[in-house]
């Protein structure tokens, strides 16, 4: 997901061009505003985190494109020269977009957004 902080500098245009040039394919995508509660539930495994209130906050804060990405071998643990986290977050808190961490988390966070009929 492109976040809110990458939303409100006008930077999801750009995020976009990157993962088109960087081989990857769009299942599905969209752009909205999480409430309160929608951001709780989507990072309801960090509940228990002192993060946690912040972290709901900010994600509440504006809107943000959602999407299903496919790439063989692709690596979100990694930001190196190039990528979007490099060129376009601020800060650890502020860095841009999320991506899943597992194959399990990117279907159950995928679901999170999409049924099954908005994914190609």
């Not at 902080?5 to 750009?14: L, Q, R």
């Not at 081989?23 to 960090?46: Q, S």
């Not at 990694?78 to 502020?94: C, D, H, L, P, V």
Request: without cysteine; charged residues 25%; proline residues 3%.
């Amino acid at each position: 997901m492109i976040k809110p902080d990458a939303t409100m500098k006008g930077s999801t245009g750009g995020i976009l061009q990157m993962i088109n040039e960087g081989g990857f394919r769009i299942v599905a995508m969209k752009m909205i505003h999480l409430t309160e509660k929608n951001a709780g539930a989507f990072y309801a495994v960090h509940k228990e985190r002192p993060f946690y209130g912040e972290l709901v906050s900010f994600m509440s804060s504006g809107p943000i494109t959602a999407a299903i990405l496919e790439k063989e071998n692709a690596n979100p643990a990694q930001a190196e020269e190039g990528t979007i986290r490099k060129k376009y977050a601020a800060s650890i808190g502020e860095n841009a977009v999320h991506g899943s961490d597992s194959d399990e988390n990117a279907q159950i966070e995928g679901d999170f957004f999409f049924s099954k009929l908005e994914q190609f």
